[in-house]
C-alpha cells in the first residue's frame, strides 16, 4: 500500500529543494527580468506565489476553509535573493510540518495535492525562463527535468 502521506512529504521536499537551487544562482537584476518580446511576470513573482500558496494552503487547512490569498513577501522582498531563499526556507519547514501531522480531513489532503501541482506548474514556467533569459539551469533541475544545460 502507498503511504500517499509520505509520498506528499517527499515529492514536496523535491519541489522545494529545486527552488533553492534556482534561488541560490539568482541576482537581484535576474529576479526582476522578464521574458523578452511576450507578456509575462518578473522572475520574482514566481517566488512570490510560491512562498504565498505555501502560506495560503496550509492556513486554509488548518482553517477548515479558504481564508484568502497572502504573501510575507512584501515590497522588494522577491527581487531580494537572500529574503527569498529565507521564506522558501521557513514555508518549506511548515510545509513539512503540516504534511507529517494527521490530515483532519479529505479537504486537507486536496489542498495538500493542489499546492504541489501549483509548484510544480510554476517549474514548468520558470523552465520557459531558463531559455528565453537564459538564465542559468541548476544541475538538479538539469537532472530532474532532462533538460539541456546549455542553449
Not at 40 to 62: D, I, K, M, Q, T
Not at 63 to 79: H, K, M
Amino acid at each position: 500500500m502507498i503511504d500517499w502521506t509520505g509520498l506528499l512529504r517527499e515529492r514536496h521536499a523535491a519541489a522545494n529543494e529545486l527552488y533553492l537551487d534556482l534561488i541560490g544562482t539568482l541576482t537581484p537584476e535576474v529576479l526582476r527580468s522578464r521574458l523578452p518580446r511576450v507578456r509575462s511576470s518578473p522572475v520574482s513573482n514566481h517566488f512570490w506565489c510560491v512562498v504565498g500558496a505555501r502560506e495560503s494552503y496550509r492556513r486554509a487547512a488548518l482553517a477548515g476553509s479558504w481564508q484568502g490569498f497572502s504573501c510575507s513577501l512584501q515590497g522588494d522582498e522577491d527581487e531580494d535573493p537572500a529574503a527569498v531563499r529565507a521564506a522558501l526556507l521557513r514555508t518549506g519547514a511548515e510545509i513539512s510540518d503540516w504534511l507529517s501531522a494527521p490530515m483532519p480531513d479529505d479537504e486537507a489532503r486536496r489542498l495538500a495535492v493542489r499546492l504541489l501541482e501549483h509548484e510544480t506548474q510554476h517549474h514548468g514556467q520558470l523552465i520557459r525562463y531558463f531559455y528565453a533569459l537564459p538564465l542559468p539551469v541548476p544541475d538538479s533541475w538539469v537532472r530532474t527535468y532532462v533538460l539541456e544545460d546549455s542553449i
